[in-house]
């Protein structure tokens, strides 16, 4: 049942103040504001890696918490891409922890790398959406993100819900390392609650994203920036919008551009860039610059504080809540979700069942 909306993914992503806050219950006391038991049989001070395997969206997912991992807990981590993990001979010690992230739990490149580790770590953990799915049942350890159905083909409210449990276990690497103190954990972890109220405001912000989507729409290619924890988001950025709308896109650290791709940009190319008031902020402004300068049609996601310091910068500005520095990318995944779904309703795309695309991934 869609309810009140005309697509299922309309559904799923106005769903996630709601599907992020059952998240957050099942894994932070909200009075306290500390994480609640969770993979208890897991010590991350006895480990020496993090390997993050998954597929899709869900891989984006865990570059995104390589850098909550290495930031609070500076544990080495590795992301793979589930279908080339499982064919590469990875030299392990035996004392890793492996992550396998899956929205269904039967993507079968994702599904053959846990196996393919089997007995070969010290623990393999699945954060998955449908906890009788077979990457949970082969998993020794389960983190649920409790998003509900996921019917629409793009991941949308599935993606935040693996970002919050990932932000978490980073959280608990982090304390059991002694790399995050006790105020630490309450103030990563309040912050961490404010996302479902600040994702509200993302969506009550519909008509001004509507208005980036009819800049984007007759578009043959699009760029989207970040740099930091923003990057991987980019990169989630670009992959929904290909989906769904089928147009070009390709995310970049912005930091990249001018080893190539800035080559592509004239006035037909527009450039989205993820910009909350970070320290790359300022890095990123001269980014953009690059990109006036070539003609590029900028177009800046930022939190209120940015958009005070881009006002002599050109390109239009769309400005959202702030969030904490390190949660960023999870309020922004909103707006990047909303960008992608209005551009494909305009273009009048098949929104739920894109063409070639099935929802989940069951052949190697
Ligand atoms: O069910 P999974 O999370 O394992 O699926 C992984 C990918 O197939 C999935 O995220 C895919 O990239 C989505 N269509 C992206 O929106």
Known sequence: DKGP??????????????????????????????????????????????????????????????????????LPVEVEIASEFRYRNV????????????????????????????????????????????????????????????????STKAFTGQLICLAALAVKAGLQRGTVSQADEQNLLSNLTMLPRQITEILAL?????????????????????RGVMYPLAL????????????????????????????LIDQSVPVVVFAPSDEHFEKLVSN?????????????????????????????VLKVPEAWDAWAPIAHAVVAQLIAYHVAVLKGTDVDQPRNLAKSVTVE
């Not at 008509?207 to 970040?226: C, H, M, N, S, T």
């Not at 610059?289 to 050109?314: H, N, Q």
Request: proline share 3%.
């Open 91 to 154: 030299a392990l010690s035996g004392r890793e922890i492996a992550i396998f992230v899956s929205q269904s739990g039967e993507t079968a490149d994702t599904l053959a790398a846990l196996n393919h580790l089997r007995n070969r770590v010290a623990h393999r953990v699945a954060v998955v959406n449908v906890p009788t799915s077979s990457i949970a049942r082969e998993a020794e350890h389960i983190v649920e993100i409790q998003a509900g159905p996921e019917i629409g083909v793009a």
């Open 206 to 226: 519909d008509g001004a994203i509507q208005a980036v989507a009819k800049d984007l729409v007759d578009a043959g290619d699009v760029l989207f920036l970040g």
């Open 5 to 74: 909306y005309q697509h299922f993914m309309a559904k799923e992503i106005h769903e996630q103040p709601d599907s992020l806050r059952r998240a957050l219950l099942g894994l932070v006391d909200h009075h306290s504001c500390k994480l609640k038991p969770f993979l208890e049989e897991i010590d991350f001070a006895g480990v020496d890696r993090v390997l993050l395997v998954a597929c899709g969206t869900a891989h984006y997912a865990c570059h995104i918490a390589k850098y909550w991992l290495e930031d609070f807990a500076g």
């Open 288 to 316: 953009g610059k690059e990109v006036a300068a070539r003609g590029g049609r900028l177009i800046w996601v930022t939190d209120p504080k940015g958009a005070s310091k881009l006002k002599d910068v050109e390109g239009s």
């Open 236 to 263: 989630e950025a670009a992959l929904k919008l290909k989906e769904i709308s089928y147009i070009h896109a390709e995310g970049y650290a912005a930091g990249e551009l001018k080893h190539g791709p800035i080559a």
